[in-house]
């Protein structure tokens, strides 16, 4: 085992922490979310009851054959109708109102995660940087990493370590000068290393074959930044869910190679049939069971159950839940595709 074995089982570790404080955390507000839903409905109620009491007392009062025409007697009626069918509507509101709040807990608590996940690879990046720039043997080359150092000036930012490596690179290119310490800070650290870099430019504008310094991906386990779903790919077909489910989920896997064909319980009849079309080349089918119709849920198992296609059942209204099914089940068929094709290679 080397260093970068062990950068890769800590990162692995902490990032597995960090999974684990998000589903007890999810846990907690899928917990929650009935008392709170109960809660809002009593707030609903408590501000529309009394509406519809002081609008039906006023009828009572309207009710002579002087008042039969009167538009204020009919606004009264229609605005009674409409307070009873809020009221009528309120566990439907209250439930809506409440899972928006969770999903934005829940993107919180994603979003924590990756930040943590990247400030470690930034971390790592550092360690790359400092390695790379120690191991530049003479003044062109040590100079022209400067032009690697900026492209990640911003990681560096974010982790307050830009000072450190350019104060790195400023000693490195001093120790290879033979006209002494040409280098030094002129302004901030940001701008000192912006006139490095032009002075790297201008080197390589002189020469045939100028020197690419890179650094090479040691302690990074990537040399891109983290994507928790950026490896997945696959056709994805979901039943169930609600619309800004629907925004939040693409958001997460805008960068992947998944394509995602989504029916929510407010989609219409044709893009139900459309959605089922797709069952047959699907790689994953997910019924959103907390957010979806018996008819619609029966359609879908139907539809793959004539494909030979198993449905996985996620019994969710939350965003945490419905990627960690996504991921686990496109990473399995993945895994078995491997699998299948290294057993079938001639031996």
């Keep these: 085992m080397d260093i970068s074995d062990l950068d890769d089982l800590e990162s692995s570790v902490q990032d597995l922490l960090s999974l684990a404080k998000i589903e007890l955390e999810e846990k907690r507000l899928q917990q929650q979310r009935d008392e709170q839903i109960d809660q809002e409905i009593g707030k609903i109620k408590q501000r529309l009851e009394p509406l519809l009491s002081q609008v039906e007392q006023m009828l009572s009062q309207l009710v002579s054959e002087d008042f039969v025409d009167s538009m204020t007697r009919q606004k009264l009626e229609e605005k009674a109708a409409d307070l009873k069918q809020k009221l009528a509507d309120a566990p439907l509101l209250a439930t809506q109102t409440i899972d928006r709040q969770m999903l934005l807990n829940e993107e919180r608590l994603l979003d924590e995660r990756l930040t943590e996940q990247t400030n470690r690879w930034r971390q790592a990046l550092k360690a790359d940087l400092l390695e790379m720039i120690s191991e530049q043997e003479d003044f062109f080359s040590a100079t022209d990493a400067a032009i690697a150092v900026r492209a990640y000036a911003h990681d560096l930012k974010a982790i307050n370590s830009l000072e450190e ?16 310490p040409v280098a030094r800070l002129r302004g901030s650290h940001e701008q000192t290393l912006a006139f490095i870099y032009n002075k790297a430019l201008e080197n390589r504008s002189r020469v045939e074959r100028a020197p690419d310094v890179q650094p090479r ?36 896997l805008r960068d992947s190679s998944v394509n995602l064909i989504w029916c929510t319980a407010q989609a219409g009849p044709q893009i139900a049939v459309q959605s089922e079309s797709h069952i047959v080349t699907a790689d ?16 879908a198992v139907q539809a793959a159950q004539r494909a030979g296609k198993n449905v996985e059942m996620v019994n969710t209204t939350g965003v945490v839940r419905v990627l960690e099914a996504i991921e686990y089940g496109l990473k399995s068929q993945q895994l078995a595709r491997r699998l299948k094709s290294h057993y079938s290679k001639p031996a």
């Design 217 to 252: 991906v040691r302690h990074r386990t990537s040399e891109k930044r983290p994507n928790p779903y950026g490896i997945l790919e696959g056709k994805v077909v979901i039943f169930g869910g609600h619309d800004r489910l629907e925004t939040v989920i693409r958001n997460r």
């Design 284 to 299: 994953l089918i997910l019924v959103i069971t907390g957010y979806t119709s018996h008819k619609l849920t029966d359609k």
């Design 165 to 180: 490596v350019v104060d790195a690179l400023i000693a490195q290119i001093n120790d290879h000068s033979e006209e002494g």
